[in-house]
């Protein structure tokens, strides 16, 4: 399977879904939910029929379901999607949401109870309207907003934006790169005076040429000497004289009527072009609704979404907090603008991010996963020549299943694979995803630093009904001698045993039918 997902189905069953590859693994979350303006159609079945999603939601939705209004309705919609994407973010992942006036107080108090207060980041107004919409009261609005949060504000990282060519104008260039001019060479202040630092107080000498030097000698006899002094007041320089001799270059002479001066070139690492720090508005002319409306119609000859999101502000915000091989996920993925951000990212810095798309609505296939076929392979008609040649990357299409039905699938009913069933039993027993392994003949699936997990399982009535889908005495020792030689205990789903538990805890294994001892762990 293609690591980039387009999912079609309900994204709280697709979001539980994915957690058992997926969960803390997420680098970036864009979502674009509904606003909830009152002018949307917009309708999220929540009825869940696995018992494991009924706990889950028992534990994490303080909400009653019952005679919700406007805005209860809505927030009871995103409180369970907003603790699954909790979940899936990695440690140092970040989270950006696109809402407007109607939610954005409501959305800011369950983010911060949900992600905490304090790994907020920013409430970025966002420019989408260059003009303004004169049909709003009072005055013609221009932006919404984009709220981030982190996982972990202590890890996560903000990098910053290129530099455009008319903002590079304004900085002067030598051998090694652009620069500016930084602050004196001398310390200034009360806080620094010679007595402080007498190691850092030293003449360093400059020629005519500019040419400096802290060693006096017969070379330097017709050099100007320069002490750190200010207001009369002996000073101490900043730098060493070893790092004067060795970093001359990043040294600035400016000679003024009151004497030389020496800057420090303040520049980015050698080589590299200077950033600028994001600022907490985000507005640029790409940015607007307008141009995510005119880069669709690009790929599909004609208008085809209502307000899609402008691919400059999504490829900015990925590019801001992921790195080269990082995962990005979209739960409400729209008319796919993140997967087009993330392929053209990618396709400008040879990056190998991968993205996963959740739409649930008819136009999964038609409009979501069509756009992103199409700039994938190049649109002849579009303005944008890496557009015309294509992005390249490949992605899997998939309609989401019907969830884990732990009564019916005995039954017959309902028979998932056998990786599938894994999957859903390591992340309900651990708490977090393992490297599951396809069904082996002893039927070992995955390990944690103490425990290795074991499931007879075949998809088949036939297979379930038989005495081979049995822990018996030949399998319990096989299992437990595996276990002894890797220093680890045992837990082994099956839909029966023809030994008894207390025959079963001195070979360190323990028993788990299916389907219902699928259980947290203690201590997994």
Same mark, same amino acid.
């Given at each position: 399977?293609?690591?980039?997902?387009?999912?079609?189905?309900?994204?709280?069953?697709?979001?539980?879904?994915?957690?058992?590859?997926?969960?803390?693994?997420?680098?970036?979350?864009?979502?674009?939910?509904?606003?909830?303006?009152?002018?949307?159609?917009?309708?999220?079945?929540?009825?869940?029929?696995?018992?494991?999603?009924?706990?889950?939601?028992?534990?994490?939705?303080?909400?009653?379901?019952?005679?919700?209004?406007?805005?209860?309705?809505?927030?009871?919609?995103?409180?369970?999607?907003?603790?699954?994407?909790?979940?899936?973010?990695?440690?140092?992942?970040?989270?950006?949401?696109?809402?407007?006036?109607?939610?954005?107080?409501?959305?800011?108090?369950?983010?911060?109870?949900i992600f905490g207060e304090?790994?907020?980041?920013?409430?970025?107004?966002?420019?989408?309207?260059?003009? !303004?919409? &004169? &049909?709003?009261?009072?005055?013609?609005?221009?932006?919404?907003?984009?709220?981030?949060?982190?996982?972990?504000?202590?890890?996560?990282?903000?990098?910053?934006?290129?530099?455009?060519?008319?903002?590079?104008?304004?900085?002067?260039?030598?051998?090694?790169?652009?620069?500016?001019?930084?602050?004196?060479?001398?310390?200034?202040?009360?806080?620094?005076?010679?007595?402080?630092?007498?190691?850092?107080?030293?003449?360093?000498?400059?020629?005519?040429?500019?040419?400096?030097?802290?060693?006096?000698?017969?070379?330097?006899?017709?050099?100007?000497?320069?002490?750190?002094?200010?207001?009369?007041?002996?000073?101490?320089?900043?730098?060493?004289?070893?790092?004067?001799?060795?970093?001359?270059?990043?040294?600035?002479?400016?000679? $003024?009527?009151?004497?030389?001066?020496?800057?420090?070139?303040?520049?980015?690492?050698?080589?590299?072009?200077?950033?600028?720090?994001?600022?907490?508005?985000?507005?640029?002319?790409?940015?607007?609704?307008?141009?995510?409306?005119?880069?669709?119609?690009?790929?599909?000859?004609?208008?085809?979404?209502?307000?899609?999101?402008?691919?400059?502000?999504?490829?900015?915000?990925?590019?801001?907090?992921?790195?080269?091989?990082?995962?990005?996920?979209?739960?409400?993925?729209?008319?796919?603008?993140?997967?087009?951000?993330?392929?053209?990212?990618?396709?400008?810095?040879?990056?190998?991010?991968?993205?996963?798309?959740?739409?649930?609505?008819?136009?999964?296939?038609?409009? $979501?996963?069509?756009?992103?076929?199409?700039?994938?392979?190049?649109?002849?008609?579009?303005?944008? =020549?890496?557009?015309?040649?294509?992005?390249?990357?490949?992605?899997?299409?998939?309609?989401? !299943?019907?969830?884990?039905?732990?009564? !019916?699938?005995?039954?017959? =009913?309902?028979?998932?694979?056998?990786?599938?069933?894994? &999957?859903?039993?390591?992340?309900?027993?651990?708490?977090?995803?393992?490297?599951?392994?396809?069904?082996?003949?002893?039927?070992?699936?995955g390990e944690t630093e103490?425990?290795?997990f074991y499931l007879i399982?075949?998809?088949?009535? =036939?297979?379930?009904?038989?005495?081979?889908?049995?822990?018996?005495?030949?399998?319990?020792?096989?299992?437990?001698?595996?276990?002894?030689?890797?220093?680890?205990?045992?837990?082994?789903?099956?839909?029966?045993?023809?030994?008894?538990?207390?025959?079963?805890?001195?070979?360190?294994?323990?028993?788990?039918?299916?389907?219902?001892?699928?259980?947290?762990?203690?201590?997994?």
């Open positions: 399977m293609d690591e980039n997902l387009i999912i079609h189905g309900d994204n709280l069953h697709a979001l539980k879904a994915l957690l058992p590859k997926y969960a803390g693994k997420i680098k970036c979350v864009y979502i674009d939910p509904p606003y909830n303006t009152g002018n949307e159609n917009w309708v999220y079945n929540d009825n869940v029929n696995s018992p494991l999603m009924r706990r889950w939601l028992a534990g994490n939705s303080p909400i009653d379901v019952e005679d919700l209004e406007r805005h209860d309705k809505w927030l009871c919609m995103m409180w369970p999607r907003l603790h699954l994407l909790h979940e899936l973010l990695s440690d140092d992942g970040v989270i950006f949401i696109s809402i407007d006036d109607n939610e954005v107080h409501h959305l800011r108090q369950v983010m911060n109870e304090v790994h907020f980041i920013a409430c970025l107004p966002t420019v989408m309207n260059l003009k !303004g919409n &004169n &049909n709003e009261f009072g005055f013609a609005g221009t932006h919404e907003y984009t709220l981030a949060w982190a996982k972990n504000r202590a890890l996560a990282q903000i990098s910053e934006f290129d530099m455009e060519e008319e903002e590079l104008a304004s900085w002067l260039q030598d051998d090694y790169g652009y620069y500016k001019k930084g602050a004196e060479l001398k310390a200034t202040g009360a806080s620094a005076p010679r007595s402080e630092r007498p190691n850092l107080f030293y003449p360093i000498f400059v020629s005519k040429k500019n040419e400096l030097s802290v060693v006096e000698g017969p070379e330097t006899q017709n050099y100007e000497k320069v002490l750190p002094i200010t207001a009369g007041a002996e000073v101490h320089w900043r730098w060493s004289k070893q790092k004067v001799l060795n970093e001359s270059h990043n040294l600035i002479v400016e000679r $003024t009527p009151s004497g030389i001066r020496l800057r420090k070139k303040q520049r980015p690492a050698l080589g590299e072009l200077p950033t600028k720090k994001p600022k907490s508005l985000l507005y640029k002319p790409e940015y607007s609704s307008g141009n995510g409306t005119a880069e669709l119609k690009q790929v599909f000859g004609g208008r085809a979404f209502d307000y899609p999101k402008p691919v400059q502000l999504l490829k900015d915000l990925v590019g801001l907090v992921t790195e080269q091989d990082d995962i990005i996920l979209d739960s409400f993925a729209g008319s796919g603008t993140t997967a087009h951000a993330v392929l053209a990212r990618n396709r400008e810095d040879g990056g190998n991010r991968k993205f996963i798309l959740i739409e649930c609505e008819d136009y999964a296939d038609s409009i $979501t996963a069509e756009r992103v076929r199409r700039v994938i392979n190049g649109v002849d008609t579009a303005k944008n =020549e890496a557009l015309r040649q294509g992005l390249g990357g490949s992605f899997t299409y998939c309609e989401l !299943g019907e969830p884990i039905d732990e009564e !019916g699938m005995l039954s017959g =009913e309902t028979m998932p694979s056998y990786e599938t069933l894994a &999957n859903y039993i390591a992340y309900v027993a651990t708490g977090s995803a393992l490297d599951v392994i396809a069904r082996r003949a002893d039927y070992f699936f103490t425990l290795r399982y075949e998809p088949r009535l =036939e297979f379930l009904e038989s005495d081979a889908s049995a822990l018996d005495g030949t399998r319990a020792v096989q299992i437990a001698t595996q276990c002894k030689a890797a220093g680890k205990k045992a837990f082994v789903y099956a839909a029966h045993k023809f030994l008894s538990q207390k025959d079963l805890t001195p070979m360190g294994i323990t028993f788990c039918q299916l389907p219902y001892s699928i259980h947290q762990i203690a201590g997994a």
